[in-house]
């Protein structure tokens, strides 16, 4: 990977806006405070669930949980938890196996995208090779299940069948998701397939930790679909914005590479200008993509900015995001929804590092 391809600045429709960025206002400062609720709690649990074996294997399943990510996934489950009037606190578990899972799928995928850097240190199989990458993501799975195993003492065995069941069949999802978005693909992906991509390897993660966090918390079915149709749209969203700053960020900013056009990565946005282009600059988009060329990245970002597929990116966010708000009306107001629909409206506008992840300025 040639990195000071990738770091170079490049010109984009956004580049004065993000230059403008805000100081943090209230709102920002609520939200960001909020979003660090449960933290401590879960990576003790994390912590418990890992224990203190010294092994390489052990050192490499911990090294992307020492190194800190936003916490996300593990947040919604006791967020969703409590949106139904649940209690949290016996949801820690649950929320730890997300993690854990996450975890495992960020080692395989930097494995498959051929990655180096994740949360702002080398990815796993850098560091530890590929081997001991790929056991390492294994072992976190079977954590993230043995973990879900335990609320049944507090919760009783027919939940924890429900919580195994959703974790396995959103589980089973992402991994067709990651197989759409490595399919090799010689003429791209259709928008309709790209979202389909996008919700199965993303959305579905949103959803089912929503949908574990709610039923742990003893939601209505009702209620349960609310927040599952909230975090699947939500997750969207999430991963096209992970496109945006995969395509215009720096690597020091995010934490990992933003690698997404020299990888030919399937974009919205490339997507999105593969659809609207002229035949010649198809041709050129796809001559440029599939050679892989580095020193050419501009000329990609400026084909994507001739046929304003940022913009588009942009609209289809702010779209997806008010349909999963709208899915929040049901809800009895509680501090947990309030959350979800600021964090939502936070996504529309920039990429949510700005709330979290400590190594990122
Ligand atoms: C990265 O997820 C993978 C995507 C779905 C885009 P996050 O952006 O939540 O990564 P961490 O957990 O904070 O590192
Ligand atoms: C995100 O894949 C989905 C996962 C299951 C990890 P990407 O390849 O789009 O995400 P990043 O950019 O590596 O985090
Ligand atoms: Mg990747």
Redesign the pocket.
């Known amino acids: 990977m040639p990195e000071a391809e990738v770091e170079k600045e490049l010109t984009h429709p956004f580049a004065k806006r993000s230059s403008k960025s805000k100081e943090p206002d209230e709102e920002l400062r609520w939200l960001r405070t909020y979003s660090q609720k449960h933290y401590a709690k879960v990576l003790k649990e994390i912590d418990r669930i890992m224990g203190d074996e010294e092994s390489a294997l052990y050192l490499a399943s911990r090294h992307l949980i020492k190194a800190g990510g936003k916490l996300f996934r593990p947040s919604f489950v006791l967020f969703g938890c409590e949106a139904v009037g649940g209690d949290s606190e016996k949801a820690l578990p649950i929320a730890a196996a997300a993690e854990l899972a ?1 975890v495992a ?2 080692i ?3 494995i ?2 051929k ?1 180096d850097l ?1 949360r702002g240190v080398p990815a796993v199989h850098v560091k530890f090779g590929v081997p001991l990458a790929i056991l390492a993501g294994n072992l976190l799975i079977f954590k993230a299940f043995h973990s879900l195993t335990r609320v049944a003492d507090t919760l009783g065995s027919d939940k924890v069948v429900k919580l195994l069941d959703v974790y396995c069949r959103t589980s089973i999802v ?1 991994d067709q ?2 197989y759409i ?1 490595i399919a090799p693909s010689d003429t791209y992906s259709t928008m309709e397939e790209y979202l389909d991509m996008t919700a199965k ?2 959305g579905w ?1 949103f959803k089912g930790a929503l949908e574990v966090g709610a039923i742990a918390g003893g939601g209505t079915e009702e209620e349960i679909k609310a927040l599952s149709e909230y975090g699947l749209l939500f997750g969207m969203a999430f ?1 096209i914005r ?2 945006v700053i ?1 395509t215009l960020g720096k690597p020091s900013e995010i934490g ?1 590479p933003t690698s ?1 056009i020299l990888r030919s ?1 399937k974009t919205f946005m490339v997507t999105h200008a593969l659809q609207e282009a002229d035949r010649r600059d198809r041709i050129k988009l796809l001559k440029i993509l599939k050679e892989k060329a580095s020193g050419k990245a501009q000329e990609v970002v400026d084909i994507l900015t001739k046929y304003d597929s940022f913009g588009h990116a942009e609209a289809k966010i702010t779209k997806l995001i008010e349909k999963a708000k709208s899915n929040l009306s049901i809800l009895k107001n509680t501090l947990a929804k309030k959350f979800l629909l600021k964090i939502a409206d936070l996504l529309s506008e920039r990429p949510l590092t700005i709330l979290t992840a400590p190594h990122y300025p």
């Open positions: 996450h799928s960020l395989h995928d930097d498959i995208d990655d994740r992402m998701g990651e978005d390897k993303t993660a991963q992970d496109d995969g990992k997404d990565r």
